[in-house]
């Protein structure tokens, strides 16, 4: 297993340049070709790929499994909302203060989610997604949540009078925010805490051994995960215009989870394929069937699982793997590092559902 | 202090409730390791079945059997069709068929039964309230009921052969396999036995929060909360962690804040008891092998 570093410069470089000119493709054809209801569409596509990445981070690459991201979300959605319609803050300035608030909570979570694996973890935070709606409801708070009727807010208009559509502007801020997040995870996930968050993953003892503080790693990493899923629910609430307490219901976090799925539990980019299913599947499971869409969207779902059990990313990555050795059959390559973790997809998956009691016990002992 | 008695008896009825649904989920949870997020839909359905029939003017006690038969049938199936092939894939892809099977029954019941609120009949006196009135008769019959299932489901695995092989497939399936037990009937016959339980306590629940299609979203955290509250791997405890789910739901409810919020601070007390015992109460800790 020789690293290939002669060949890395020259290969990133290429990268870059291919991303960033997908980048511009991606953000320019939409914006000026599709309709205002499309560019929304694809809008919230972004926003919920961003949520999703979130949990990818967690589940999927820290092993953490969580049912509870919607709280995440609607903590979000509701520091923006709060912010501009009681303080008159301006929206892009409510995603930092967003950023952190979800990120303390996150935090917060992540402490009891160090004693508790699998299942017990589901549990906590799925308590968590049931919890947010009904404080946000709560009197208490009604001075700045507004209570059952939410809040609504303004649509920002396009800075230094550019001359786009409110709507063209709100696609073009969302995707450069979440490109930024997208690539920020990137990195990390890349990087030498990206491998000690796996390394958690898929064996915490021997990650301890190797001198992973894994108290540390796993907080933060629920930290990092509550940031862009809370960051996602700010940008949701400024596309939206609106939030109520009942637009995040325990079903957000549900499809956030099914996305998350969909797409593929550890890869950055599965997120993407995860926010357009759960953007569009219901649209398309309401054209097939009026009278029970719920049906469709399910057995949609249960077809992906059953063809892609790995999600898009697990099956785009076995085609690859498929093709490569296919067209390279004659010479007797060695494994990539790449090529490993493919294989690896399916043990993560495995694990933080598996491990319920295992984790439990490692807790305790 | 009669107020506390009260809720504390209202408490065990509705206890009795998600204790039968945990042991449900348990039970697939010992032969699958998988949480079958559907299960509250499946006894849904299945209830819908039990009405349907008492409907066409079939005797309560023989709709209820039937539709325990049918909802056994259902299971089996479910497992057949739809999980087996799911057998070698990730846990998360599982998952995702859970949750699709979800979706997909409660669609379908809305759609086949309308989204009305039906009442459903109980097979017990109504009556003047026994205990004083503290218990309805509906109340303590569902109790009673709930406690023949768990007494039956405990002879079944203690004492009987069949109970046995499908005990030894959950705890170590390779060595079923060569001793000549048939695993894979084992797990289907444990997922009829779940939809079974799951049907009985559709059944008695119907008649307290009135038949509806999403009737058992909430009840099914319930008894999840039980089940890892009592430990998702003992039958026991998750019985009696259902139990207890129900009793803190209903003071937390008349004591501490009021309804809206008594499912938050119920489910913040299992997470506190959880962080104190991450196993659960009666759950067996697992020791991992370096």
């Given at each position: 297993m020789v690293p290939q570093a002669n060949t890395a410069a020259p290969n990133m470089m290429r990268t870059a340049v291919v991303a960033v000119l997908g980048w511009l493709v991606i953000a320019l054809v939409p914006t000026f070709l599709f309709s205002n209801y499309h560019l929304f569409?694809?809008?919230?596509?972004?926003?919920?790929?961003?949520?999703?990445?979130?949990?990818?981070?967690?589940?999927?690459?820290?092993?953490?499994?969580?049912?509870?991201?919607?709280?995440?979300?609607?903590?979000?959605?509701?520091?923006?909302?709060?912010?501009?319609?009681?303080?008159?803050?301006?929206y892009w300035a409510t995603l930092p203060v967003s950023a952190i608030v979800c990120a303390g909570f996150g935090f917060l979570i992540g402490l009891p989610?160090?004693?508790?694996?699998?299942?017990?973890?589901?549990?906590?935070?799925?308590?968590?997604?049931?919890?947010?709606?009904?404080?946000?409801?709560?009197?208490?708070?009604?001075?700045?949540?507004g209570g059952v009727?939410?809040?609504?807010?303004?649509?920002?208009?396009?800075?230094?009078?550019?001359?786009?559509?409110?709507?063209?502007?709100?696609?073009?801020?969302?995707?450069?925010?979440?490109?930024?997040?997208?690539?920020?995870?990137?990195?990390?996930?890349?990087?030498?805490?990206?491998?000690?968050?796996?390394?958690?993953?898929?064996?915490?003892?021997?990650?301890?051994?190797?001198?992973?503080?894994?108290?540390?790693?796993?907080?933060?990493?629920?930290?990092?995960?509550?940031?862009?899923?809370?960051?996602?629910?700010?940008?949701?609430?400024?596309v939206i215009q609106f939030v109520a307490p009942d637009s995040f219901g325990i079903f957000v976090s549900i499809y956030f989870f099914v996305g998350l799925v969909v797409g593929g539990v550890s890869s950055i980019w599965g997120a993407i394929f995860g926010g357009i299913f759960i953007e569009f599947v219901p649209n398309v499971a309401e054209s097939i069937s009026k009278a029970a869409p719920g049906a469709v969207y399910g057995i949609i779902l249960i077809a992906v699982m059953f063809l892609m059990p790995g999600g898009a990313a697990g099956f785009c990555k076995s085609l690859i793997v498929r093709f490569r050795r296919r067209s390279k059959s004659g010479e007797l390559r060695p494994a990539k590092v790449g090529d490993v973790s493919a294989n690896n997809i399916s043990a993560a998956a495995g694990m933080p559902g598996g491990a319920g009691p295992d984790a439990g016990g490692s807790g305790s002992l | 202090m009669e107020g506390v008695l009260h809720q504390v008896l209202s408490g065990i009825a509705n206890g009795g409730i998600y204790a039968s649904v945990a042991l449900a989920l348990v039970m697939i949870y010992q032969a699958t390791h998988h949480v079958n997020f559907a299960q509250g839909e499946m006894a849904t359905l299945?209830?819908?079945?039990?009405?349907?029939?008492?409907?066409?003017?079939?005797?309560?006690?023989?709709?209820?059997?039937?539709?325990?038969?049918?909802?056994?049938?259902?299971?089996?199936?479910?497992?057949?069709?739809?999980?087996?092939?799911?057998?070698?894939?990730?846990?998360?892809?599982s998952v995702g068929v859970f949750i699709?099977?979800?979706?997909?029954?409660?669609?379908?019941?809305?759609?086949?039964?309308?989204?009305?609120?039906?009442?459903?009949?109980?097979?017990?006196?109504?009556?003047?309230?026994?205990?004083?009135?503290?218990?309805?008769?509906?109340?303590?019959?569902?109790?009673?009921?709930?406690?023949?299932?768990?007494?039956?489901?405990?002879?079944?695995?203690?004492?009987?052969?069949?109970?046995?092989?499908?005990?030894?497939?959950?705890?170590?399936?390779?060595?079923?396999?060569?001793?000549?037990?048939?695993v894979g009937w084992m797990l289907a016959l444990g997922w009829g036995l779940a939809a079974a339980i799951g049907a009985i306590a559709g059944m008695m629940v119907a008649p307290i929060v009135y038949l509806d299609p999403n009737m058992m979203g909430g009840i099914l955290l319930y008894a999840f909360a039980g089940a890892l509250l009592g430990g998702i791997d003992n039958p026991l405890g998750a019985v009696l962690g259902g139990f207890a789910v129900g009793i803190i739901e209903n003071l937390a409810g008349a004591y501490l804040v009021g309804t809206s919020l008594k499912l938050t601070v119920a489910l913040i007390i299992i997470v506190a008891v959880l962080v104190v015992k991450p196993s659960g109460l009666f759950g067996r800790t697992v020791l991992n092998r370096v």
């Open positions: 569409q694809l809008t919230m596509v972004v926003v919920y790929a961003t949520a999703i990445l979130g949990l990818a981070i967690l589940t999927g690459f820290n092993g953490q499994i969580s049912l509870g991201h919607g709280a995440f979300y609607a903590i979000g959605a509701y520091v923006t909302a709060i912010l501009m319609y009681q303080y008159e803050v301006p989610a160090l004693r508790l694996g699998g299942l017990y973890l589901a549990l906590t935070t799925f308590a968590l997604a049931v919890a947010v709606p009904q404080l946000l409801k709560h009197n208490v708070l009604e001075p700045w949540t009727q939410g809040l609504v807010i303004d649509k920002p208009d396009p800075p230094f009078g550019i001359d786009i559509s409110p709507d063209q502007w709100l696609y073009l801020f969302t995707l450069f925010v979440a490109g930024l997040l997208f690539l920020v995870a990137w990195n990390i996930v890349r990087g030498r805490i990206g491998r000690a968050m796996m390394a958690i993953r898929d064996h915490a003892l021997a990650a301890e051994a190797m001198g992973i503080d894994i108290a540390m790693l796993k907080t933060r990493t629920f930290a990092l995960s509550a940031l862009y899923t809370g960051v996602a629910g700010s940008l949701g609430a400024i | 299945s209830t819908y079945i039990a009405l349907t029939l008492i409907n066409a003017g079939l005797p309560y006690w023989i709709a209820f059997i039937a539709t325990v038969a049918v909802s056994f049938a259902l299971g089996v199936l479910i497992e057949r069709i739809l999980m087996r092939p799911m057998m070698d894939a990730p846990v998360l892809a699709g099977l979800l979706l997909i029954i409660n669609a379908s019941t809305g759609w086949m039964f309308d989204y009305t609120i039906k009442t459903f009949p109980t097979p017990f006196p109504g009556g003047p309230m026994l205990f004083s009135g503290y218990v309805s008769g509906h109340e303590l019959g569902a109790t009673a009921v709930t406690l023949v299932v768990l007494i039956a489901v405990y002879l079944f695995f203690r004492h009987t052969k069949l109970g046995l092989a499908m005990r030894a497939a959950a705890f170590n399936p390779v060595s079923s396999r060569l001793v000549g037990i048939r």
